[in-house]
């Protein structure tokens, strides 16, 4: 065990120039050019063959060392999130005003995986066994689309087991998942004319959106009560005095299995026929991404949580902690209420006490799917696959918020990072080791999948749109 710690300290200040200067890039989904050449180039020269464009995606890059079995993949991500821009500071600054940042982590999450994937080809070689490491860069989780379409392409379909983490305020593994999802948006035609002197000739697109938003709010009551249907009117006409011969709204269709938002979709994608229907006009999809809920693992989270307590909690110090008070104070306290009368702080009374978690909290949340979704699902399905968490942001941070960008710049973000790099190494290491363990993680999602393979969400024939990106 204590090589591979020593290998990832020994690469602790690369990891940190490379999350920094992520951090400092700050793109956006499908647009991390800059983020995804970084860690590339870094990969590259620790003896990695690398291949670039990934999957035909030109921020999507795998690379690779070893051979022999097994196959142990890590991913990472690099995307930020737009608005949030923020220096490493307490109080709102940003460094470009509106403009994106790492309010999410993923200058962290990445550059962990990628440096559990360099202390796994140490090791490897330093102890003569075989194995393939391979690191994915994976674009666009944000928008829920770059795993799903690396996974359309066959990306993972080869691994043996699938490694990887979130930065977050809680040092622990996961055992909840979050929610299958599909997005897209409707888009309605109709006919111009005067919407005085003329209405009769015209056929009001924005008429289909409301509509079709009438129905939506109707579906709500006879839909699963874990289920969630949201939209935004994102084009509705031009001026009142003129019916609108465009409109368009974008509907989220959350669930806590892929096949529910499968039935709900098809049952949403009936109600803009039925808008359509009864305004006269005519109507496309764009559909955006769908992905998968996220199919736990317990032989793997087991084997995860086992080398969480041998790495233990990042080492905070002082000028750590009165950061995280300082921006805790920015923090709703209505929202900090609740999390601390949550099952959670209820089971476990110390987290009340501290500002920046410094202990283990042993995995839970078996059977609770969170509200939110992650491309992650979609490798789930394809191959067993673990997901741990470690503190690098003050506990009750809001997601994708100012404060977690902020965090995730400072030192703070850092001392988790380390954590997570230590754990998915040695995690990795135990299962080159421990055959057993793969085909035990193998039995059990076997079991749990042999009723419903994976099968990509989108469209057949949907290609990954360049124009819209890159055009």
């Known amino acids: 065990m204590a090589d591979i710690l020593k290998f990832v300290d020994e690469k602790a200040q690369d990891l940190i120039q490379i999350a920094d200067a992520v951090w400092n890039y700050s793109e956006i989904g499908f647009g991390e050019v800059k983020s995804a050449q970084v860690q590339a180039d870094y990969l590259e020269k620790?003896?990695?063959?690398?291949?670039?464009?990934?999957?035909?995606?030109?921020?999507?890059?795998?690379?690779?060392?070893?051979?022999?079995?097994?196959?142990?993949?890590?991913?990472?991500?690099?995307?930020?999130?737009?608005?949030?821009?923020?220096?490493?500071?307490?109080?709102?600054k940003p460094r470009e005003e509106g403009g994106p940042g790492h309010g999410c982590g993923h200058n962290l999450l990445g550059t962990a995986s990628l440096g559990a994937a360099v202390a796994v080809k140490q090791a490897l070689e330093e102890r003569g066994l075989s194995g393939t490491v391979r690191y994915y860069g994976c674009p666009a989780e944000e928008l829920l689309a770059g795993k799903v379409y690396m996974a359309r392409e066959g990306l993972f379909s080869d691994l043996d087991i699938s490694i990887t983490w979130h930065p977050g305020s809680i040092n622990t593994v996961r055992l909840s998942s979050g929610t299958?999802?599909?997005?897209?948006?409707?888009?309605?035609?109709g006919k111009t004319a005067h919407a005085a002197g003329d209405p009769h000739n015209g056929r009001s697109a924005l008429d289909a959106v409301e509509l079709m938003s009438v129905g939506a709010n109707y579906l709500r009551e006879h839909v699963i009560k874990d289920a969630s249907i949201h939209y935004v009117i994102t084009s509705g006409g031009g001026q009142p005095n003129v019916v609108p011969a465009f409109a368009e709204v974008w509907y989220f269709v959350r669930a806590p299995r892929r096949d529910q938002v499968d039935e709900i979709y098809e049952r949403l994608v009936n109600v803009a026929k039925g808008a359509a229907l009864m305004t006269g006009t005519t109507f496309e999809?764009?559909?955006?991404?769908?992905?998968?809920?996220?199919?736990?693992?317990?032989?793997?989270?087991?084997?995860?949580?086992?080398?969480?307590?041998?790495?233990?909690?990042?080492?905070?110090?002082?000028?750590?902690?009165?950061?995280?008070?300082?921006?805790?104070?920015?923090?709703?306290?209505?929202?900090?209420?609740?999390?601390?009368?949550?099952?959670?702080?209820?089971?476990?009374?110390?987290?009340?006490?501290?500002?920046?978690?410094?202990?283990?909290?042993?995995?839970?949340?078996?059977?609770?799917?969170?509200?939110?979704?992650?491309?992650?699902?979609?490798?789930?399905?394809?191959?067993?696959?673990?997901?741990?968490?470690?503190?690098?942001?003050?506990?009750?941070?809001?997601?994708?918020?100012?404060?977690?960008?902020?965090?995730?710049?400072?030192?703070?973000?850092?001392?988790?990072m380390l954590v997570g790099a230590k754990t998915m190494a040695l995690c990795a290491l135990e299962l080159i080791e421990n055959p057993e363990l793969v085909k035990k993680a193998w039995g059990e999602f076997k079991e749990k999948t042999k009723d419903s393979p994976y099968k990509c969400p989108f469209p057949q024939g949907k290609e990954f749109p360049l124009d819209r990106f890159f055009g």
């Not at 299958?180 to 035609?189: D, E, G, T, V």
């Open 180 to 189: 299958a999802m599909n997005s897209a948006k409707f888009q309605f035609f």
């Open 46 to 92: 620790q003896g990695f063959t690398v291949t670039r464009e990934a999957g035909g995606i030109p921020t999507a890059f795998a690379a690779e060392w070893g051979e022999g079995r097994p196959y142990i993949g890590f991913l990472g991500e690099y995307d930020a999130l737009a608005g949030v821009s923020q220096e490493v500071s307490a109080e709102r």
């Open 285 to 416: 999809i764009d559909f955006l991404t769908g992905c998968y809920n996220v199919l736990l693992n317990e032989v793997l989270a087991d084997v995860m949580w086992d080398c969480l307590q041998k790495v233990g909690p990042p080492a905070f110090d002082e000028k750590d902690l009165e950061f995280g008070r300082k921006l805790a104070e920015t923090f709703d306290k209505s929202m900090v209420e609740n999390l601390r009368n949550s099952p959670d702080f209820q089971e476990f009374p110390e987290l009340k006490e501290q500002v920046i978690h410094t202990s283990l909290l042993p995995p839970r949340g078996k059977g609770r799917s969170g509200g939110g979704s992650t491309d992650v699902g979609d490798v789930s399905w394809i191959v067993p696959t673990v997901q741990m968490s470690a503190a690098t942001v003050p506990i009750g941070c809001p997601g994708h918020s100012w404060q977690n960008c902020a965090s995730s710049g400072s030192s703070i973000g850092h001392k988790g």
